[in-house]
């Protein structure tokens, strides 16, 4: 019986071993098996379309990734132009490192027929290629490209938003997210204004700026609750998406690794939530770490969930070991190394624990100073640019700034006419009283 059991193990260790290697999550593989042997003896390209799509939601990232192809290519001979694009837009989100790959992903999008969606697609397959390559900030090949694209490659004139909205974006990579300059915000503030102003069908382009801005929002000396805000508009759209989903049959997509990156981080801003919300959200993550097994080990794997809810609910003691597990991750940013030791400062003081303390100030002070340096290549790139480019027409010239800004015009000279009339009148009227006062003068002056 003993060795019964032994065997078992072995035999489950190894379908997990085999699962994992193939990119599958081992409590689905049954479930994966099913619809693998279904697709093989499926000859629509509609209907294979409707199973890789099943396969690929059973999957994890590394399995997601060989299936995003087979899913374009099934989806083009089903002439499935919607699953197409969005699977060009995952494979952008996988490959965003590789130029080769990114460069193929954009000649397939310039294929589409549709303007308008191949217009998104294209943008947000750049903004994702340039939200990775921005991570690093010493490379200066990328830097010269980039500021190469923002003062030759778009049309300032030109009334296309999605143009205007890559090339707002670019500069704000360019800028660089540990900016705080004012044409930094006045560009993110833009961009959002954009986003706001696409239709519902744009969401992937609303989603990559809400976590772009709830990020931003997220840093040391940010704005919890638009951070906050932010995070919540994308829950809320990924209920939405589930929903739609869910009518379409698509029934085993789910967003939970999404749902607990945006609870993460909105428990990352505590300062900006009430007691009820902080309980709120602790619960939302606590649900998700015993239903999914991707966010049980991405929380297993990193502190940072840990972190934020032993701060936000006061117990020091525990936060201060799960803030320094977290620290130990080499590919942090600035800004968040900054705002993780400031977290570790106020749970060594609250604790009395002074070597903590000292510890995390002088961590503090040396990421601050990088932070620092950053923001003044920053100033100095904002500089360069209010100089190269002609700012206003990039951030308002749109078709309804041009309306507003014609009516505000058709305005403006109705009111200078209208002036102008008035005191015409009134020199008018002061004429004819002289003139009438003269003549009844000289009158008098007769008799």
Known sequence: MRRLTIIYLIMTMLAVAIS???GIQ????????????QLATITSARDSVRVLYYLYDLSDRRGQIKLAWDIYHTAGRAENVTAQLDMLRNLATFNSAND?????????????????????TRTFILNQQLSRKSRRPNDTDFQRMLLDSITRSHNLDGDD??????LIYQIIQYLGVDADGVLFKEC?????????????????????????AAIIHSRMNGNPQKAIMYDRKLLEIMDQLQLMYTKKNRKFRNYDINRFISYRRILSNYPGLTKEEIQEVTDSIDALYHRDDDVRMTMDANNQAFAFAYMAKGDYENAIPALKGVLKNADLSAYQKQKFNSMLIEAGKQCGDTQTYIEAMEQYIVHSREIDSLRKISMQREIMLRDTILIAPLLYKDQTYAKNR??????????ALMVVATVLAILL???VYLYLKLRIKKTKERI
């Open 26 to 37: 081992p409590g689905k593989k049954p479930l994966y098996d099913k619809y693998e042997k």
């Open 429 to 431: 009227l002061i004429y």
């Open 100 to 120: 080769s790959i990114i460069n193929l992903l954009l000649s397939y999008t310039d294929e589409i027929s549709n303007e308008y969606s191949r217009s998104a």
């Open 188 to 212: 993110l503030d833009r961009y959002g204004a954009l986003v706001e102003s696409l239709p519902a069908s744009d969401y992937p382009l609303k989603n990559q700026y809400y976590t772009t």
């Open 406 to 415: 014609n009516i505000n015009y058709v305005k403006g000279s109705d009111v």
């Open 161 to 166: 938003v999605y143009d205007r909205m890559s």
């Open 20 to 22: 994992a290697s193939a």
